[in-house]
């Protein structure tokens, strides 16, 4: 059994940082691509960034220049620092990977979700 364990969400103040964390944990033999992604209010859920396991970062046009991700790929976690956060960054942010559990077990799991709130 594999579960990604998110923390970190809260409330800040539009200009604000937060730094959110999501661990895999569980039967892991190895990890792929982790991402994370975001659900506004009302709105699909969308691509905030994704990394590989080689460390190669993709950005959604909304996160560049102000959200980081990364990862240790000793500890299974990834990281999403966000910075300079605006009232439309709120949102519950879910962590996603594409973990193996053996060699004919790859799949991909999903994080239950932290909530983001950013007042104005």
């Known amino acids: 059994q594999v579960q990604l364990v998110e923390s970190g969400g809260g409330l800040v103040q539009a200009g604000g940082s937060l730094r959110l964390s999501c661990a895999a944990s569980?039967?892991?033999?190895?990890?792929?691509?982790m991402g994370w992604y975001r659900q506004p209010p009302g709105k699909q859920r969308e691509l905030v960034a994704a990394i590989t396991r080689a460390g190669s970062t993709n950005y959604a046009d909304s996160a560049k220049g102000r959200f980081t991700i990364f990862r240790d790929n000793v500890k299974n976690t990834v990281y999403l620092q966000m910075n300079s956060l605006k009232p439309e960054d709120t949102a519950v942010y879910s962590c996603t990977a594409q973990i193996r559990r053996s060699n004919y077990d790859l799949a991909r799991y999903w994080g239950q979700g932290t909530q983001v709130t950013v007042s104005s």
């Open positions: 569980g039967s892991i033999v190895s990890i792929n691509d």
